[in-house]
Structures are given as C-alpha cells and as structure tokens.
C-alpha cells in the first residue's frame, strides 16, 4: 500500500511539473508574441510598407505565435504530440460551432486586410452610416463619423454588404444651390459665376464647373453650381464656404445693377 501511494504522489508530482513547465512556455510565448508584433509593425514602417499589411502581418505573426506557446504548453503537459493535435481538431470544432459570428467576423476581417476594398482613412459608406476608416480590428472595423461619433461594424456586414468608398478617387463632385431673389439680374450671371470659379486654384479645371439656373415651383429660379474638388489637397468645407461667398456676391452685385438700372429708367 506504501509504494502504491508513494507512486501515484510521484505521479501526480511529475504532473504538476510537467503542467508548471508548460504553463512557463505559454506565458513566454505570449511575451515572445508581442515582441514579434512590435518588432514587425516597426520593420514594416521604416520600409513604408502600406498600413493595412503591416496591421495583416503583425496580427499573424502574433496569432501564430501564441498558437506555437498553446501548442507547447499541452504538449508538455501531456507529452503526447498525438493527443494534442487530436485535442485541438475537437476543440476547434468546438469553437467553431459555439462562436460562429466571431470566427465569422474575424475571418472577413482578414479578407478586408487581404483584398482592401477600402484603407485606412478612407470615407466610407455602410447602410446609415458614413465615416472615416479608423481600424479594422478582428472582431470589428471602427468608423469615425464627421460628427465625432465612433462606429463599430462587424467585419461580415463589411464584407458581404455594399461599401461606398467616397475617397477612392482622389476629385468629388460638389454642389450648391442659391434661391434668387426677384429682383436679380439674371442675364449673364450664370457665366460670371463660372469665370469666378475658373480663376480659383482649389476648383478642378478638368472637369469645368457646371453653373445652371433651375426654374423653381413656385415660380422663381435657384443658381445650381456644381464643381469638382481634389479633397486630399484642399478642405471641402473650407472650399464650400468660399464658393458660397462668390455665390452671394455674384447675387448681390447682379440685384445692385438690376436696382441702378431700374432707378435710371425711372429718371
């Protein structure tokens, strides 16, 4: 009865050992993991490698890094090479069955990194909501909107939906429009918004600007100016309030001739 039990206190030592071993070789793998992510997003930089391969390439060097300390870790506490990888097939089945929606999402996730429908800092549309690429994390993609809200979007509604990227190209198309009152002169106006718009460095020449008037239901006329903006050179919102005030002058300076003409005629 002696040497049984002083066999199975060797034993259940030996476990115990072989478990505290193996717990040693996840917890440097977990430090080896993060030094490998760092040291590959750093090396990725400084060869000016695009962002969203460098955030591929440092995920999956850290995911299989801590798979290998996992793997190391049963290994050793198991000392059966066999039984972990028949273990980890079960448990992966496993996993995949409990967490659909996230192995679902990480997976789109990495097919976002792979095939870059749209990149980091992109504007992007999805159903309702409009923002600025952020990040693509493994779960989610973080949208930032104009209005400083954050967004986050699962990875699969990315992936199987409609994306509208509205700064794949590099020009937009902007619009105005401006109500006329009655008493302007609108004879010419029209052109001499146009040239004042030609004269502008931040308005595309190519395609020109499109000034038009609209007639209105109830009976007057709206100015529609419709031009085209390089948005990564120039600030759209800055562009617009400068366009608005040519707009306004244009008006206002056709009213005054149309006022003097009048009076004249009056004389």
């Given at each position: 009865?002696?040497?049984?039990?002083?066999w199975?206190?060797?034993?259940?030592?030996?476990?115990?050992?072989?478990?505290?071993?193996?717990?040693?070789?996840?917890?440097?793998?977990?430090?080896?993991?993060?030094?490998?992510?760092?040291?590959?997003?750093?090396q990725?930089?400084?060869?000016?490698?695009?962002?969203?391969?460098?955030?591929?390439?440092?995920?999956?060097?850290?995911?299989?890094?801590?798979?290998?300390?996992?793997?190391?870790?049963?290994?050793?506490?198991?000392?059966?090479?066999?039984?972990?990888?028949?273990?980890?097939?079960?448990?992966?089945?496993?996993?995949?069955?409990?967490?659909?929606?996230?192995?679902?999402?990480?997976?789109?996730?990495?097919?976002?990194?792979?095939?870059?429908?749209?990149?980091?800092?992109?504007?992007?549309?999805?159903?309702?909501?409009?923002g600025?690429?952020?990040?693509?994390?493994?779960?989610?993609?973080?949208?930032?909107?104009?209005?400083?809200?954050?967004?986050?979007?699962?990875?699969?509604?990315?992936?199987?939906?409609?994306?509208?990227?509205?700064?794949?190209?590099?020009?937009?198309l902007?619009?105005?429009?401006?109500?006329?009152?009655?008493?302007?002169?609108?004879?010419g106006?029209?052109?001499?918004?146009?040239?004042?718009?030609?004269?502008?460095?931040?308005?595309?020449?190519?395609p020109?600007?499109?000034?038009?008037?609209?007639?209105?239901?109830?009976?007057?006329?709206?100015?529609?100016?419709?031009?085209?903006?390089?948005?990564?050179?120039?600030?759209?919102?800055?562009?617009?309030?400068?366009?608005?005030?040519?707009?306004?002058?244009?008006?206002?300076?056709?009213?005054?001739?149309?006022?003097?003409?009048?009076?004249?005629?009056?004389?």
């Open positions: 009865m002696g040497a049984m039990w002083d199975i206190s060797a034993h259940w030592n030996d476990e115990w050992a072989r478990f505290i071993e193996g717990l040693l070789l996840f917890l440097i793998s977990v430090v080896l993991a993060a030094v490998v992510r760092s040291a590959a997003r750093s990725l930089k400084r060869a000016h490698v695009d962002p969203q391969v460098i955030l591929l390439v440092s995920r999956i060097a850290y995911l299989a890094t801590l798979l290998l300390g996992i793997i190391a870790f049963f290994t050793r506490w198991f000392e059966n090479t066999a039984l972990v990888f028949g273990g980890f097939g079960f448990f992966a089945l496993a996993i995949s069955l409990a967490f659909q929606d996230i192995l679902k999402n990480f997976i789109a996730g990495i097919f976002l990194l792979v095939e870059r429908p749209f990149r980091l800092g992109d504007e992007i549309a999805v159903e309702t909501h409009t600025i690429v952020e990040n693509i994390e493994m779960r989610t993609t973080t949208l930032r909107t104009s209005d400083g809200v954050q967004v986050l979007i699962p990875n699969s509604l990315l992936y199987t939906g409609t994306i509208s990227n509205r700064t794949r190209y590099p020009a937009r902007f619009t105005l429009t401006a109500k006329l009152p009655e008493d302007a002169a609108v004879d106006l029209p052109d001499r918004v146009r040239q004042q718009l030609m004269k502008r460095p931040d308005v595309a020449k190519e020109p600007p499109h000034v038009g008037l609209q007639p209105n239901i109830d009976g007057g006329l709206t100015l529609e100016v419709r031009y085209w903006l390089d948005y990564r050179k120039n600030d759209p919102l800055v562009v617009q309030a400068a366009v608005g005030q040519e707009i306004y002058k244009a008006i206002h300076s056709s009213s005054v001739a149309a006022a003097t003409k009048k009076s004249s005629t009056r004389r």
